[in-house]
């Protein structure tokens, strides 16, 4: 269990935030870019001293500048995942992974019979002797995993998992990265500026905005309410309930279908879509996508240069357009329109 | 096109005045084979020396904060600009036989730094440091820090870092920085007379005896021109492209 208070004054930065993440909790810290998010990382990491708080984790402090408190990075319980990964280019993939159990004392060739387990469960083994820079983005991602986790830790960081990665193979490393975390049983705490990336990994979101916490609670809780229009902006995405009714296919409470890309995870599945995504018609467009429905528009929202407009029919979901396409479309609340999405923008992940 | 001829001109007028027959016999006195000896070995420890104060002192100056560092890459920076026999007349001030530290040292252990083979390291070493330093540091300052946090928290200590990580991702800037420094060792002229002086055998390097042997056998100096020339293209030449170009 972690226990944060960080307040550190950094340039223009004025972080001041609180954080708890239960053991087996996965917190994402969601914000945009400046908001604080890597900063808070680096100093629970103990690469960026505290002006004041304390960090706690698991009834030991790590660092209270009012007692003067500090344990050293190096001798924190802590597994980091860095943005870009920061796989050590000059070393091979096993020696990356073997390099922290060398580092608290095994034997160089203990340190590697170990590395060698955590790359098999990785199912990276057969690129053991590789160097990082031959390696494609899941798998680097996969490395860095392993080299965090072959410590020990009671903590995972991970600093903008999926950002190096590009957005065709971020679908498939996302839903890997969420199996592999729910493998490690400490807490986890992950920072991102992707709103996707939060709901789908997360249990619990934490919203950060020049430096402060502007909301928290679980990503149903946040999406569905959220309390400002920033914050609405930021993580407007839709969350719909469905169960799995094909390999590729999920039914929605009111019975409509909705076709995915990739083969579903489970039965029981939530179904997010960025505002974004939806495009609206007034006619039914012609080589209909698979994802096609009828929708009325329930309500228009000015979100600075964007509308949010709020659908009623069989899939409640809002989309986001720009004014002068709301003008084009002459959209006015209880307008009858045509919504689709394309199956790559359904990203479908476990209940 | 003008650089390149000005650079060979001088080089093509030497091997012109070369005693091509005689060239065997001349490299073989003990007087070229000597310098020669000395030459190689004072400036690869002058280099190794350099390596392990510099790389050190080149992570202090790209990685910290403090106050003063930018005195200390002036003080570092000043060998390089400073005419070497300025440098020699400093060293003999420190730490000759009534120097600032030579003093002391000689009247208590009779170890005397000048005039030995000692001090021809120690002047190659005060010449050619500070082209190892900025060119390392310059290396580190291009190398993201980031790798060494990520080191930390895997548990690594300083020195693990600096070994494991901060060296081999600063390999070339090291590997060219040691040449350059060993470069400037092997040509050092003016600190070497003034402080270690000019004795065949002990303190007398290969340019020492060129500019001897300008004034009493021109042959000879040719000739010591010729060899030094051959040494250092030999090392140059494999490293100049993988290395000296980063």
């Known amino acids: ?351 | 096109m003008v650089a390149i001829a000005y650079v060979a001109i001088p080089f093509a007028a030497l091997l012109q005045r070369a005693p091509w027959s005689d060239l065997g016999a001349l490299v073989g006195q003990p007087v070229v084979t000597d310098a020669l000896r000395l030459s190689i070995t004072t400036a690869f420890t002058a280099t190794g020396i350099s390596l392990v104060v510099g790389i050190p002192l080149a992570w202090v100056l790209a990685r910290t904060q403090f106050p003063g560092r930018s005195v200390a890459r002036a003080l570092i920076t000043l060998p390089m600009v400073l005419p070497p026999v300025v440098g020699g007349a400093a060293l003999l001030f420190a730490f000759g036989r009534r120097g600032l530290l030579g003093g002391p040292v000689y009247d208590s252990t009779g170890f005397l730094l000048p005039y030995s083979i000692w001090g021809v390291v120690a002047a190659n070493t005060f010449v050619a440091l500070p082209f190892l330093v900025l060119t390392v540091e310059s290396g580190l300052r291009g190398s993201d820090p980031r790798y060494e946090d990520a080191a930390a928290t895997l548990g690594a200590g300083r020195w693990m870092i600096f070994r494991r990580i901060t060296v081999p991702n600063a390999a070339p800037s090291i590997i060219a920085g040691a040449v350059l420094c060993w470069a400037r060792a092997l040509g050092e002229f003016g600190a070497t007379v003034t402080f270690a002086g000019n004795l065949q055998g002990r303190t007398q390097t290969v340019p020492l005896a060129v500019f001897l042997a300008l004034e009493s056998d021109r042959d000879a100096a040719i000739a010591l021109s010729l060899v030094l020339i051959a040494v250092s293209l030999a090392v140059l030449l494999p490293l100049r492209d993988r290395w000296l170009a980063a």
């Open chain 1, 1 to 351: 269990m972690l226990h944060a208070t960080i307040r550190v004054r950094l340039g223009d930065l004025d972080l001041d935030i609180e954080l708890r993440v239960g053991d087996g909790e996965v917190v994402a810290l969601l914000g945009p870019n400046g908001a604080g998010k890597t900063t808070a990382l680096r100093a629970i990491a103990g690469l960026q001293p505290l002006d004041g708080g304390r960090i706690e984790l698991d009834g030991t402090v790590l660092d209270d500048p009012g007692t003067g408190a500090y344990v050293p990075t190096g001798d924190r319980p802590i597994g980091v995942v860095f943005q870009d990964y920061l796989l050590f280019p000059r070393q091979s993939t096993l020696d990356n992974v073997a390099f922290g159990l060398q580092a608290r004392g095994r034997s160089k060739a203990a340190a590697r019979a170990e590395a060698r387990g955590w790359l098999e469960r990785f199912g990276i083994a057969d690129h053991a002797d590789d160097k990082p820079a031959m390696l494609s983005g899941g798998q680097a991602q996969r490395v860095a995993l392993a080299r965090a986790l072959a410590t020990d830790p009671q903590l995972l960081l991970l600093d903008e998992p999926l950002a190096a990665l590009d957005a065709t193979t971020r679908l498939h490393v996302r839903t890997e990265l969420r199996r592999h975390l729910a493998t490690f049983d400490g807490a986890r705490l992950l920072v991102t500026h992707d709103p996707l990336d939060a709901v789908v990994l997360a249990d619990r979101l934490v919203i950060v905005e020049a430096g402060r916490i502007t909301q928290e609670g679980a990503p149903a809780v946040v999406t569905s309410r959220p309390a400002s229009p920033y914050v609405a902006q930021l993580v407007g995405i839709n969350l719909l309930d469905a169960t799995a009714s094909g390999d590729r296919t999920v039914r929605l409470a009111s019975g409509a279908e909705l076709t995915v890309a990739d083969p579903l995870p489970g039965p029981a599945v939530a179904v997010a879509i960025r505002p974004q995504a939806i495009a609206l018609h007034r006619h039914r467009p012609d080589g209909s996508p698979r994802n096609t429905w009828s929708a009325t528009v329930a309500d228009l929202e000015a979100d600075r240069d964007r509308v949010r407009v709020t659908l009623g029919g069989p899939v409640p979901a809002t989309a986001e357009l720009t004014p002068a396409a709301v003008a084009e479309l002459e959209l006015l609340s209880g307008t009858q329109v045509w919504a689709s999405v394309k199956a790559v923008d359904l990203v479908a992940y476990e209940r």
